[in-house]
């Protein structure tokens, strides 16, 4: 009988795994840039963007790991190099491909899904009807991220409970009402993750990590599609790579609002377990404003 011949190692190539990856140091001012137009495909990030965090689990997800090469700036020391011959704006995430720079994160989702491949973000013609609520609710994300940024500043403010549930609870309902659209699986728009889900969690998780931290308030009782969504998404390698060490993205959009005392405590929390994970609080520590 014949057999097949063994796979030649050079035709079949496992993609990295996106938890086995090795993520590039934060470059900043003093770096040398990468070889800019050289015809890879660089996906500059930082490691604690919400917007980056989008589009950078859009690209594991397609599983575009060996195809995009990631490339880490220091939002607070930015490059020259990345100002004067990526992208004067200065913001991330921002993609280089074809010796062409595309920016803002909702683009960045569409291009990725357009001119790359791998598992479709957005169901587009498959399916329209699951494609006109992606299109809803990325329409409506604006306003619910709004809503957590309002609610966190009402906490720093030292607003009231009331005062911040009236701001957070129809956001939080919203998405939870979302959830329950399509009966075929935890995600926004059913069964597997999509763009939606990309576009709303990074948000979602943060804020959840934030008010559980601040006001010991848990965002996903009495909303149990929530709850189930994040736990699903975490079993997802794409997606839970992204978020490194929580600590320090809750560290981060902390520093925001201004919240030095438990600021004080996840400092003293990772000097006791990780020196590395110490020296990147010290950097996050100097940000002024980590999130836009
Ligand atoms: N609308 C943009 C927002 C991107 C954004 O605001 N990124 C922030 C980091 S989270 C940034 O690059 N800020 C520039 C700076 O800090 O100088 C998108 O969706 O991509």
């Known amino acids: 009988m014949a057999t ?25 001012s003093g770096s040398q840039p990468p070889n ?8 500059y990030i930082s490691y604690i963007c919400p917007y980056v965090q989008r589009v950078w689990i859009a690209r594991n997800f397609k599983g575009l790991q060996d195809k995009i090469q990631l490339v880490a700036i220091d939002l607070q ?15 991330i995430p921002v993609l280089e491909h074809n010796g062409n720079i595309i920016a803002e994160s909702l683009d960045l989702l569409s291009y990725l899904d357009a001119n790359f491949e791998g598992p479709k973000l957005f169901p587009g013609d498959q399916d329209p009807a699951k494609q006109a609520f992606a299109d809803e609710l990325i329409a409506n994300s604006d306003s619910v991220i709004t809503a957590f940024f309002k609610a966190g500043r009402a906490y ?6 009331d005062d911040i549930s009236k701001i957070l609870a129809p956001a939080l309902d919203k998405v939870e009402e979302s959830l329950g659209r399509f009966s075929d699986g935890p995600f926004l728009l059913g069964q597997s993750m999509s763009a939606v889900d990309m576009v709303y969690a990074p948000f979602v998780e943060r804020f959840k990590d934030f008010f559980a931290a601040v006001k010991h308030y848990d965002i996903t009782q009495a909303r ?17 790579v ?16 201004g919240v030095i005392l438990v600021l004080f405590y996840l400092y003293s929390t990772v ?8 020296t990147h609080l010290n950097l996050y ?8």
């Open 285 to 292: 520590l100097q940000i002024q404003s980590p999130v836009a």
């Open 271 to 278: 000097l006791s377990s990780n020196r590395s994970g110490l």
């Open 4 to 28: 097949a011949a063994a796979p030649d190692d050079s035709t079949v190539r496992e993609t990295t795994k996106a938890s086995e990856e090795v993520l590039p140091p934060t470059l900043g």
């Open 242 to 257: 992204t978020w490194g060490d929580r600590r320090l993205q809750l560290a981060a959009l902390m520093n925001k609002f």
């Open 156 to 161: 720093a403010q030292g607003q009231g409970d």
């Open 36 to 43: 800019l137009f050289d015809g890879t495909t660089r996906l």
């Open 224 to 240: 149990p599609k929530l709850k189930e969504w994040i736990e699903e998404l975490n079993k997802i390698d794409a997606y839970a």
């Open 77 to 91: 020391d930015k490059p020259a190099w990345f100002l004067e011959k990526v992208y004067p704006p200065g913001k």
